[in-house]
């Protein structure tokens, strides 16, 4: 079986010197890396496949860098393209960010920088290619990928314990801190059991009064108790022939643990005011945050109902601890919002992505999908946008360094919001005039000479 080819980065310069230069560069840094001289050439190369980022001048013989751009948005418009220009000029980099290119570099440039940028670019199209991945997925139903989006090997164990238990009839426990997505896994392993055809059935135990979660569960019968008037079928009944899962298994009151105990040991229920026992076919799920052992050892859960359930655990991790999986998970969660609110999906930036990995995630993946339907909002979110706080900067900079990286970064995304207007990027800036003409010559980023 043949190899499949490895990602190219195309580097389009018709200065035989630099594009030496930049492919070498592209070979220090284990990069699959292609030369050509023209448009025209890139072209041809495009139309054989494999390559993941375009790198061109902007001043190139016949065809120019900004036509390569809108002729790569024409043939593939998630293509990443890197556009370099030996003129500092402004108005044709933000033109061409217009046409679609990722980024811009200015000459003279260090080989680092270019690598940085493209290393970039080529994560931004591994995203792509994933996220179109999963859509494909989630037009196609219940696939376990979909539900459970990630590709951490914590998420890959979780997904193949599901698929490895999800033919059997056993019950299974799931443990998870809150917002970690326990009831998608209660799904998946219904969708991938034979039992998918049958009902799904959920109740949260939290907070419910004993009598209610009583008949909520197991059902009555007319004038079991006051307010009784006909027979209700309890959740449990309910699920005949398919799932029940139970959240918060660890605020079920005591009573209500004898009885679910009973009916997994016995398969019969009898419903409130009856003597009358009813077969029980379904698989039950229940999820918890808390130690169910070390809750039996104090008393406050019983031992023998943890035992029932605990013969097979599935164990979600939080997502501070598979936090590679986040660009995944936002770019899916983005996605849905943007349908469900019907706006145009956000493009997350170098600065937001680096925020969202930072973070610390106390509420998991439910407080990352609160943040996805701020930004598609266009709501300010304190992740995304804190107050005083500073942007990331690569690490190893001197202050100077740093402080020119961050004057740099912040000018550059100005002048792209302002359509290269300096008068309106000056203003939103709060700088005088002059004085941001200076630093973005400094800068490398207007008019030089």
């Known amino acids: 079986m043949t190899a499949p080819l490895p990602d190219t980065v195309l580097i389009v310069e018709d200065d035989p010197h630099v594009r030496l230069g930049c492919v070498q560069a592209m070979q220090l840094a284990n990069l ?12 041809t190369r495009l139309a054989l496949g494999h390559v993941a980022v375009v790198v061109t001048d902007m001043r190139l013989p016949k065809a120019d860098g900004l036509s390569l751009v809108r002729l790569c948005q024409q043939q593939d418009a998630h293509l990443p393209v890197v556009m370099i220009t030996g003129h500092g000029d402004i108005d044709l980099a933000v ?28 994560e931004k199209r591994q995203l792509t290619r994933e996220i179109a991945r999963l859509r494909q997925q989630l037009h196609q139903g219940d696939d376990i990928e979909s539900r459970l989006i990630g590709q951490s090997p914590a998420m890959v164990a979780v997904r193949r314990l599901i698929l490895d238990v999800a033919d059997s009839p056993v019950d299974v426990l799931v443990h998870g801190e809150t917002g970690c997505g326990k009831e998608l896994v209660a799904q998946a392993l ?22 209610l979660l009583d008949s909520e569960l197991f059902g009555h019968e007319a004038g079991a108790f006051t307010g009784a008037q006909k027979r209700r079928i309890g959740k449990i009944e309910f699920a005949q022939g398919g799932t029940l899962f139970l959240d918060e ?8 643990q004898i009885k679910l105990l009973r009916v997994l040991q016995e398969r019969k229920l009898e419903r409130l005011g009856s003597n009358a026992p009813i077969d029980i076919d379904c ?31 599935i164990t979600l991790p939080p997502l501070r601890e598979r936090r590679e999986d986040i660009p995944l998970l936002m770019a899916h969660f983005t996605a849905t919002a943007a349908q469900r609110f019907n706006r145009p999906p956000p493009e997350l930036t170098a600065a937001q992505l680096s925020a969202l990995m930072r973070h610390d995630w106390p509420g998991n993946v439910r407080e990352l999908r ?9 709501v300010r979110h304190a992740i995304l946008d804190p107050q005083g706080a500073t942007p990331a900067t690569p690490a190893g900079l001197s202050l100077a360094e740093a402080v020119e990286h961050f004057e740099r970064e912040l000018i550059a995304a ?16 709060k700088v005088a005039k002059t004085t941001l003409h200076d630093k973005a010559k400094r800068l490398g980023l207007g008019p030089q000479g």
């Open 370 to 378: 609160n943040v996805a339907d701020c930004l598609v909002l266009g």
């Open 283 to 313: 698989r039950i799920v229940a999820a918890t945050k808390d130690d169910l052992l070390e809750r039996g050892k104090q008393g406050s859960f019983r031992s023998d109902l943890y035992y029932r359930l605990n013969v097979v655990t």
């Open 414 to 429: 100005e002048l792209a919001r302002q359509g290269g207007n300096m008068a309106k990027t000056a203003e939103a800036l």
């Open 32 to 43: 699959a890396v292609e030369g050509v001289g023209s448009a025209e050439e890139a072209l």
């Open 95 to 122: 033109e061409s960010m217009r046409a679609g290119a990722y980024d811009f570099i200015t000459k003279p440039f260090a080989s680092e920088r270019l690598v940085d940028v493209v290393r970039r670019a080529l």
């Open 190 to 211: 219904h969708a991938a059991s034979p039992r998918r055809k049958g009902p799904y059935v959920a109740l949260n135990c939290g907070g419910m009064p004993d009598n």
């Open 249 to 256: 298994l660890e605020t079920m009151p005591m009573a209500m």
